[in-house]
């Protein structure tokens, strides 16, 4: 078989096939040149999904006619020069627009400020017309018709036009947040209108554009920098989630990217604060020196390469965690609104606001939480405990918090004076406890309810969390040793593990082939269902137990034994405890969300009450 050199139309029809891969391909890299010209404006204007029409027009530096000759030729490119190691440009490959023009019918028509005239330039299916003069304003306007019409093959495989469009939307959307100085319009008639104002240097306006004004309240500040590798950009609160990871943005020194590692990276960022199958909201903007990390990964730039990948992960995880931790008791502001909403006349939840979306989420705007001098001990020290043995003795026989007021309107016995009430303190002071899970506070401004159950669980979790770094937890011996009958396999994989078990409070040996003796338990879920525990850890680290061990899942088990230990749905507590409670979770970080990422109190503030009932 002899070989022979393709043509320069089937070249440029074979690398069309990697850079333009669907009309928002094309529609990215056109943008991605008009903002590496300069641009303040780009107006994108699109039909049939971007198959029959694109139109990306920009006031860029514009091109002489001379330029445009160069511009449908491959591998020609103002933006490098001969080196790939030092790029600050956003395309630099020089094969889009020979790639668009093998496979569509381009004209590109441009002209440079201050210039007289303008030229353009038409490519239909890899064929070149002459350049000629032409009416242009200053800047450069790229025309796409019938895309793929000279590939009908990748044609077919297009989905349908409002799934095109929708992805064109996504680039520009993503363009825009990496450059907030640059306005954008989006229109056509396959779609409404989409402007995005030039908000400048205010970066999260611009998101806040993108992403709705709610993220604007519901956003953590991110600045961190490690070994010249600098993250900023804006981490949504646990509480203010979505249901796919559309809402995650990353951008490598103003590139946008889709890049697996930065991904991940922000799941495990979440780990523990997020529910089941819901994905938090972020916009990360990594900037570091161009040499270590390659862009020049795929032909279309959306995955990137770092030098050091390990010390990328290891920056963002550490920055959104250490944000959740500054500021993990803020809750999403949509939450208040959407208990409004439910509580108003006729309100029925539809299936969307009953699978977890933002109407059942708590309202609380931040504001540190300081723990003033108690009024009710006279220290900041009051910590009564919460484990199930200290609960032992709050059978019916004890005094409910929740009992309510008798027709003449007295307190409830055990209430606390007024003179000694700590309204004062963020979530107030403790005014009922309603069907046994639910304490109501009272604030300064409002009402506070919190989940007894989730609250303390995060209370307790964070005390786990603490000893995986530090000394062991303190444990209880057993009386008498707990014996749990487990599949022989099971008892293999907890054994394995026992050491690290043992760091968390929890003694166990192996008892017979097919069972295990637990002798200490943690001191701080006092009195628990042991055997539910035991094979409910045998299941996790059956399902995910791997070469790492279960070093790399220790919070994971924390978490898992923090929910069999915390106070139980349905125990009724004292006043004391009660209040308590609230002090330990204005001093704890990530409080506002339990380990699965459900919520732990909501707020309504006194004008949310009184809109209620129409006094405002």
């Known amino acids: 078989m002899t070989i022979k050199q393709l043509s320069e139309t089937l070249i440029n029809q074979i690398a069309a096939g990697e850079v333009i891969e669907r009309p928002a391909s094309a529609a990215k890299e056109l943008i991605e040149n008009a903002i590496d010209a300069g641009a303040t404006r780009i107006e994108i204007a699109t039909a049939g999904g971007g198959k029959s029409l694109l139109r990306v027009a920009d006031n860029g530096c514009g091109m002489e006619a001379e330029d445009l000759e160069l511009a449908i030729r491959r591998h020609c490119t103002s933006k490098i020069s001969d080196t790939l190691f030092d790029i600050r440009s956003l395309g630099f490959r020089g094969e889009a627009l020979p790639s668009i023009g093998s496979v569509a019918r381009l004209s590109i028509a441009s002209r440079r400020a201050g210039s007289s005239e303008g030229a353009e330039i038409v490519v239909a299916g890899g064929k070149v017309s002459p350049v000629r003069p032409a009416a242009a304003n200053p800047g450069t306007t790229v025309e796409v018709r019938d895309l793929f019409f000279a590939t009908p093959a990748r044609l077919k495989f297009l989905k349908t036009e409002k799934a095109e469009a929708a992805a064109i939307t996504e680039v520009v959307k993503r363009m825009a947040i990496a450059f907030p100085a640059i306005r954008f319009v989006l229109s056509g008639s396959d779609r409404s209108t989409l402007e995005l104002p030039a908000t400048g240097d205010d970066h999260l306006a611009r998101i806040a554009q993108v992403l709705g004004a709610d993220f604007r309240d519901n956003a953590i500040a991110l600045d961190a920098e490690r070994e010249d590798v600098h993250l900023g950009g804006f981490a949504g609160l646990p509480t203010f989630h979505r249901g796919n990871s559309a809402h995650q943005y990353a951008f490598v020194n103003g590139r946008p990217v889709q890049d697996k590692q930065i991904l991940s990276a922000i799941r ?98 931040y504001r540190p939480f300081t723990a003033p001098h108690s009024q009710e001990t006279g220290n900041t020290d009051y910590r009564p405990g919460f484990g199930e043995a200290a609960q032992a003795s709050f059978g019916e026989t004890a005094m409910p918090a929740a009992r309510s007021e008798g027709p003449g309107g007295g307190q409830a016995p055990g209430a606390p004076g007024a003179s000694a009430e700590p309204v004062a303190y963020p979530l107030g002071a403790a005014r009922a406890q309603v069907h046994a899970n639910y304490i109501v506070s009272q604030t300064r401004d409002g009402l506070v309810i919190v989940d007894q159950h989730a609250a303390h669980e995060r209370l307790v979790f964070e005390q786990m969390r603490k000893a995986l770094s530090g000394r062991r937890l303190p444990s209880q011996g057993l009386l008498i040793p707990e014996i749990v009958d487990l599949p022989e396999e099971d008892c293999d994989r907890l054994m394995v593990h026992a050491a690290s078990l043992e760091q968390l409070g929890l003694a166990i040996e192996r008892f017979g082939p097919g069972a295990i003796a637990v002798r200490e338990t943690p001191a701080m879920l006092g009195e628990m269902n042991v055997p539910g525990l035991i094979r409910e850890l045998a299941d996790e680290i059956a399902e995910w137990d791997t070469a790492l061990g279960l070093s790399a899942k220790l919070e994971h088990v924390a978490a898992t034994m923090a929910c069999h230990g915390s106070v139980r749905s349905g125990r009724q507590l004292r006043v004391e405890e009660m209040n308590a409670l609230l002090r330990q979770m204005e001093e704890t970080p990530g409080s506002g969300q339990c380990n699965h990422g459900r919520p732990t109190y909501v707020e309504l503030k006194l004008s949310d009450i009184e809109r209620l009932f129409g006094r405002s």
């Open 268 to 365: 495990g960022a979440y780990a523990e604060t997020m529910p089941q199958g819901r994905y938090p909201v972020a916009v990360l903007a990594l900037t570091l020196d161009p040499a270590l990390v390659d862009v020049n990964v795929h032909p279309a730039k959306s995955d990137v390469r770092f030098r050091d990948p390990g010390l990328v992960r290891g920056l963002i995880v550490g920055a959104i965690r250490e944000a959740l931790k500054r500021e993990g008791d803020r809750a999403s502001t949509t939450g208040a609104e959407g208990m409004l909403r439910a509580f108003r006349p006729g309100f029925r939840p539809t299936a969307a606001a009953t699978s977890g979306g933002n109407w059942s989420f708590q309202s609380s705007p």
